[in-house]
């Protein structure tokens, strides 16, 4: 697999009120990232934080942002003194140490806000530029470690190492996109995030507490300084304006994307070159079919995502050992697609087909890994468990693609499920005798949906002419299109 070539491309569409991006990968969508104008992501963005609540029950602290809710600090991500700062565990830290109520402090954004939780905050600020992260309240040198080669890794953190004497003490990370990068634009980089965290210092002196202090790149910014990958071999954009924009900017940062950069004018939309429109739509079904006639279904919670993977109508090998391992192989790189494509993150839980020989367990276990490596977020996969899961984690930093473009169904309101049509007829007959219990009618008239009122005229239609014979008076019937499946009202006349 790593010997094929790859061919990969940018496509962003541009519109005033919504930015969408997609890297495909061989004519296979692998990532979207959208970003709206009445909700610009948070990732991080600066803020002077104004710290309203301070929790040592939790070690942690609630800090006001002027957003809609108030943030979380943990202590764990509380920047101490780097000379003299010791390995301390969760248990021995106390929040009190380091914050208190009403203080002002330069915060960044790590995770979003998610579902009903605020953004999770740090104090270790990181800013990234094409080949460097400065982290200003540290000294280490990390080195990414998807550059492999040791020579390289070393030659990279000499270079820092040798640079960092002419600017002020800070921490620095080498990021993939450095590999291979020359002395002097490691020395331009790393001049380029001094000045940046200097004009920072400046506009957080200025900035009253709640303010925002520094906002990210824009969405189509943000992705060309963050592709490290070599294969890239265009990036097209539906959107003159933006074209400019983008070829300015990596001109001075990516130089090597700058001649890939072009303007896409055909009347054709940009997301239908690879049909990007129908794999977006379908990465929001539960269930994702499989091209051996097995599928997968995805369900995601606010505490986890579960994926079961099924045969269903595939019986295409020699016997059923050897069915189970082929459809569990191509469901394993079909959920590591999944993944990164739906922007699934946090614990996962994926219930492959019992398999009974180690091997196909290990080779299975081995697909999923292979797939994520080429994923940007982090992740780790566990061991097949006792019981037959397998259990990961991938780093979750902004919301699912699930929750950008979906809110939760009115009718069940996320639950999934909804009341059958006889649930509600039983319900319906409950109220009436409660209300001829308690009050004087002439008649009784139910409003419902049309499912429900066919059900009542139809199989249970002898409930209610026993029910006219308990109450004595008529009860009529009326249908409501516009009622949700389990809403029902009985009137009394």
Known sequence: MSGVMKREEILINATPSEVRAALVESGVLQEVQIERASRVGLISNIYKGKVSRVLPGMQAAFVELGLERTAFLHASDIARNPHTETAATDQELDIREFVHEGQELL????KEPLGTKGARLTTYIAIPSRYLVLTPNSVGIGVSSRIEEENERERLRCVVEELRGTVPEAGYIIRTAAEGATREAVHADLTFLHKLWKSIEEQAGRTPAGGLVYEDLPLPLRVLRDSSSPDITRVRVDSEAMVSKLKEFAEHFVPRLAPLIEVYTESRPIFDLYGIDDEINRALNRKVPLKSGGHVVFDQTEAMTTIDVNTGAYVGHRNLEETIYRTNLEAAATIARQLRLRNLGGIIIIDFIDMAE?????????TLTD?????????????VSPLGLVEMTRKRNRESLEHVLCQPCPSCEGRGFVKTAETVCHEIFREILRQHRQFDFQEVLVLARPQVIERLLDEDSAG??????????????QSEGLYAPDQFDVVLM
């Open 107 to 110: 915060v960044q954004v790590l």
């Open 358 to 366: 180690e091997e196909h367990r290990r080779q299975v276990l081995q």
């Open 371 to 383: 797939r994520l490596a080429g994923d940007h977020a982090k992740s780790h996969v566990m061991n």
């Open 464 to 477: 209610i002419a026993e029910l006219e014979g308990v109450t004595g008076k008529p009860i009529r019937l």
